[in-house]
């Protein structure tokens, strides 16, 4: 579902979407670094983070009826950073599986920077870009190892080299 927010076009900065996205799944050995001596500064809470339980639900085949899954742990925040954007203070928001509220936060304080058009370019060079790369590589193992395990089926026909293309041409 989020791999369509995996790569954005260079040409234009990305969406709040697409970065909301990413920072959802950023791990926190890239987020601490990244945002440098905005990770150490103490915000207003909005909502401090909390974690709770969600309903995860699925589709048989991917299109078909709804059902539900099962739950996973969600932790949430709400953050204010005084100083940041042009008019005023800058809100941040994030949702993250699991239960790191560290990860939360930081994916709050990131958000709230992104906001300001100024910090936009370098954000998404430092910290939004290597995110993308770290989910590639992830994406890419994670299919190479499903390759690893899987079974080519044939049939009896095309085995025995008696199919129906096969009698045609030496016909």
Do not use: I
């Not at 709770?52 to 099962?70: D, H, P």
């Not at 709400?78 to 809100?91: C, D, F, S």
Request: net charge negative; proline share 5%.
């Amino acid at each position: 579902m989020f791999h369509a927010f995996d790569n954005h076009p260079s040409s234009r900065p990305p969406s709040r979407a697409q970065w909301m996205a990413v920072l959802a799944r950023a791990p926190l050995s890239l987020l601490e670094p990244a945002l440098g001596e905005h990770a150490q500064r103490t915000p207003q809470w909005l909502r401090a983070p909390e974690t709770g339980l969600m309903m995860v639900q699925g589709r048989a085949g991917g299109t078909g009826e709804r059902f539900n899954l099962g739950e996973v742990a969600v932790t949430r925040c709400a953050l204010r950073l005084h100083g940041v954007a042009h008019e005023g203070a800058a809100v941040g928001v994030a949702y993250v599986l699991g239960r790191s509220h560290r990860q939360a936060q930081l994916a709050a304080v990131a958000d709230a920077l992104l906001h300001d058009p100024a910090q936009q370019d370098a954000l998404d060079a430092q910290l939004l870009a290597p995110v993308r790369q770290h989910l590639a590589r992830e994406r890419a193992e994670r299919h190479a190892r499903a390759q690893g395990s899987k079974v080519e089926f044939f049939t009896v026909a095309r085995e025995a080299g008696g199919a129906d293309g096969d009698e045609e041409e030496n016909a």
